[in-house]
C-alpha cells in the first residue's frame, strides 16, 4: 500500500522569531520549519501525536475530516487512501466477502461456512443451509445461502472442502425438509431412499423409533399402515407379519395369544367364533363336532362338560328336549335302560321312586289305567 507523506524537516530546539517551535504542534498539525509555525494537516491526512514533523496521509478503509484523528468505514465497506469524509466509503465489498473496516484495505472474502450479502458483515450459515468456499451461497451467484435439498442437512457454519452443495444426505432412520435438520423418524415409519418424506411402515410391519426398517409384526400380533404391532385381541390370531383373524368356532385363543387357534379339547365342550375359552356342552345335550349342540334322545341324558349322551338308569327317563332323566311317576316305569316311562300293565306297579314295575303284593291288584291305584281285596273263605 502506497502511503502518500509530507516531511518538512525542522531542527527540534530551533525557535523562530514568533518563539513557537516543533514541540508546540499538537495533534492535527505538523512543523513547518520553512515557515517555522505548527501548520493543520490538509484534507486527507493526519496526525495524532505531538511534535508532528509531518502529516500522514489517512490509509484505505479510513477518513479523517479534521486532521486530528483516522476513523473506520463501517464494517463492510472501504476506501481509497487519503479520503476525508465517511461519504468515501461509498466502496461496497462485493457478495461473499466483508472487510473489517480497521487496517484491511481490501476485501476479504468471508470463511467458509459464511457467507455476506451487499459486503456486509460475514455471517455463518444456518444449520440446514450452505455456501460455497468462495462465502457465496451458490457458484451462479445467489446472495444468500441456500437451503439443504430435503433429505440432507449440514451444521452451522459447516466448510465445505470444494466449490459445490456440501450438504449430506440424511442418515438411515432420519429425514428432513429442505433446510432442515436431520431427526429420527417416529416408530411405526420408514425412510425412503432420498430420506425426504417418511413412509408408513405397510399392513403386519412395524419399525422402531431411529430405525427407518420395517419388520414383521410377531404372530399373534397386527399392525394397520404406520401404526405399531400389537397383540391380537383374545378370539383372534395371525401369523408372522400377517392381520389378526377371528378364530372359527370349535376353536379358541387367549388375548395376544402367538400360536393358532386351539380346537376345543373334546366333543363334550364347543365355541362360536372368536371365543377366548371353549364352554362346557350343557347337560342334556350333546356335540359333534365342537361347534353345534343338540338334545340328546329321549331316554339318554349328559353330564356338563364331562360326558356325552347316554341312556337313563331303568325307572328314569328323559324327554328328548333337553331334559334331564328323571324318575318315573308313580305306575309307571321303563322296560330297560334308556327307555321312555310307561304305565305299568295289569297287574303290576310302582312307587315312583325310580324303580321298575313290580307285581302287586298277594291279596291286592291294579288296573293297567290306573297305576296308581293298588286295591286289597278280602279273600272269601
Not at 457465496?136 to 430435503?150: F, Q, W
Not at 404391532?229 to 368356532?249: F, K, L
Request: hydrophobic share 35%; proline share 4%; net charge neutral.
Amino acid at each position: 500500500m502506497l502511503l502518500l507523506s509530507l516531511v518538512f524537516l525542522a531542527l527540534l530546539d530551533s525557535t523562530t522569531a514568533a518563539g513557537l517551535k516543533q514541540s508546540d504542534c499538537t495533534a492535527g498539525t505538523f512543523w513547518d520549519a520553512g515557515a517555522g509555525t505548527c501548520t493543520p494537516c490538509p484534507s486527507g491526512f493526519y496526525s495524532i501525536a505531538q511534535q508532528a514533523a509531518a502529516c500522514t496521509a489517512t490509509p484505505a478503509g479510513y477518513y479523517s475530516v479534521t486532521g486530528d484523528y483516522k476513523a473506520a468505514c463501517p464494517q463492510g465497506y472501504t476506501s481509497a487512501v487519503g479520503s476525508i469524509s465517511v461519504a468515501a466509503c461509498s466502496v461496497v465489498c462485493p457478495d461473499g466477502s466483508s472487510s473489517p473496516g480497521v487496517t484491511v484495505s481490501t476485501c476479504t472474502p468471508c470463511a467458509n461456512g459464511f457467507y455476506s450479502v451487499g459486503g456486509a458483515k460475514c455471517l455463518k450459515s444456518p444449520a440446514g443451509y450452505w455456501t460455497n468456499i468462495h462465502g457465496l451461497a451458490n457458484v451462479d451467484g445467489s446472495t444468500t445461502s441456500l437451503p439443504c435439498a430435503a433429505g440432507s442437512s449440514i451444521a452451522a457454519g459447516a466448510a465445505p472442502v470444494v466449490d459445490a452443495n456440501a450438504c449430506t444426505t440424511c442418515g438411515a432412520g432420519e429425514w428432513t425438509t429442505a433446510g432442515g435438520l436431520c431427526t429420527p423418524l417416529a416408530a411405526g415409519l420408514a425412510s425412503s431412499i432420498a430420506r425426504a418424506t417418511p413412509m408408513q411402515c405397510g399392513i403386519g410391519t412395524d419399525s422402531a423409533a431411529g430405525t427407518g426398517t420395517c419388520v414383521s409384526c410377531a404372530a399373534g400380533k397386527d399392525a394397520v399402515a404406520g401404526g405399531r404391532c400389537i397383540n391380537c385381541n383374545g378370539g383372534y390370531m395371525s401369523e408372522v407379519g400377517a392381520r389378526c383373524i377371528i378364530c372359527d368356532a370349535g376353536k379358541y385363543s387367549a388375548y395376544g395369544a402367538t400360536v393358532p387357534c386351539t380346537a376345543c379339547a373334546d366333543l363334550f365342550h364347543y365355541s362360536a367364533a372368536g371365543a377366548t375359552a371353549c364352554a362346557n356342552v350343557p347337560a342334556g345335550k350333546k356335540s359333534a363336532n365342537s361347534i353345534t349342540i343338540t338334545n340328546c334322545a329321549a331316554g339318554m341324558d349328559s353330564v356338563a362338560g364331562v360326558s356325552g349322551c347316554a341312556n337313563c338308569a331303568d325307572g328314569t327317563a328323559s324327554d328328548g328336549a333337553g331334559s334331564r332323566c328323571l324318575k318315573c311317576a308313580a305306575g309307571k316305569g321303563t322296560a330297560s335302560a334308556g327307555a321312555v316311562c310307561t304305565n305299568c300293565v295289569a297287574g303290576k306297579t310302582s312307587s315312583g321312586n325310580g324303580g321298575a314295575c313290580t307285581a302287586c303284593p298277594a291279596g291286592s291288584y291294579s288296573h293297567r289305567r290306573s297305576p296308581v291305584q293298588t286295591i286289597r281285596r278280602r279273600i272269601l273263605d
